[in-house]
């Protein structure tokens, strides 16, 4: 055999084997995607840098949307934090899931069918970090591998966790604190061959408040919001942005004129403080720094491009529009409107954004599907896959309209007998009041964004038609 003959059998047999290990290559499964999913108490759509704000640095936060979506038209189908934090979780609506409103729901919550547990089950190591707001206990909630938790609302600083079943005390801030955990528990996943779940709910950016047992609110007035010290002199001299709708005056509002025992009628006095905006956003400043952790151990552990990372709300807040500050319960654009950042190289290209209706009881059925998780068992989801617009296109039959709903609770005084129904389409806004007699409101949303001027007397047919809409949104899925 001459020497070229050899030469060129040791080529083929080189390129055999290659090929043979190509295929086999090639088989094996795609690693499946860990999901960071971060959930910030009562955070405007609008307090973001990527949003257009003002002064807000944002700078880790803002990395989520330029390197993947953003959602300019994402809502909460429930503008209350128990009830929203259970749509998220389930993808179900509040009539279906069953947490009506904040009261102590301990028990149920413990009940719920979650996205976790069907990923648990599935193979996923999973983990809750921080506010549960979903019943008072700071017991482990099924689903979890790894639970780190507090009571209620927990405080702002040295707070008392319950860490897989064990009371733990923490000194600093309570921010600090949870983003320890989560980048401990991602910087883990480098020792677990498994993908990872890590669902992180902070406590920011709530007020320091005292909720009693039977959740009920100690001092329903209070506002303090406690950034970390080392932010408390952050945005000192940064004009604070207001809307246009901080100069409504209220006529077309019967609800929101009613005389109440004890309290002022709403006015600008009666609205968000400076001080409060300020302090908001210096929280704001420990949770962006936690998604640049975030960010540096999925690095580390090489696992950040293969990684599903959302940043959303539960819902927005006040900051005086309408006279309004801390009763977010109501179905104007400031409560019901929130943020929605997705970043996941594979499906979604950077630096996009979608104007589609995305609503809060989407995002469990988003993740089931991009991890090709099956859900639980006889669990039905009232919400739609946002996968088929992360390459920013929008399907024909996609929502044009969604149903908003809030159950009168005991907390606060002016909204204690406002519970509703409401619909919101692309144009229009129907709100329908429970208790209230000839106090609904409908809005031209196109012609007046700021929902200023209550066109319900003018427009009987449209109130009917979106009426018999509500209606049959009611009767099931979105």
Sequence with gaps: MTSVMRFCIRVIFSLLVLSSALSLRAADPPQRPDIIFILVDDLRWDELGCMGHSFAKTPNIDRIAHEGMRFRNAFTSAPLCSPSRACLLTGQHVSRHGVLDNTNRSEHSHTLQTFPMALQRDGYRTAYVGKWHMGNDDSARPGYDHWVSMKGQGTSFDPLLNIDGEEVEHEGHTTDVLNKYAAQFVGAAREKDQPICLYLAHKALHPELVQNDDGSITDPDAKDFMPAK????????????????????????????????????LSRQTGTSDKVVRDRQRMLAAVDEGVGQLFDALEKVGRLDNTIFILTSDHGYWYGEHGLSVERRLAYEEAIRIPLLMRYPPKIAGGQTHDAMALTIDLAPTLLELTSTDPLPDVVMDGRSLTPLLDGETPGDWRTAFR???????????????????????????????????????????????????????????????????????????
């Design 230 to 265: 080392r932010h408390e002199k952050l945005y000192e001299n940064d004009g604070v942005p207001r809307r246009l709708n901080v100069l409504d005056d209220l006529s077309g509002k019967p609800g929101l004129l009613r005389k109440i025992d004890g309290l002022p009628p």
């Design 404 to 478: 908003i709903e809030y159950n009168s609770d005991t907390v606060f005084p002016r909204v204690l007998t406002m519970g509703y129904r409401a619909i919101r389409t692309e144009r229009w806004k129907y709100i329908r009041y429970l208790d209230l007699d000839g106090m609904d409101e409908l809005y031209n949303l196109r012609d007046d964004p700021y929902e200023m001027r209550n066109v319900i007397g003018a427009n009987s047919e449209m109130v009917e038609s979106l009426g018999k809409e509500l209606d049959r949104l009611g009767e099931g899925r979105e």
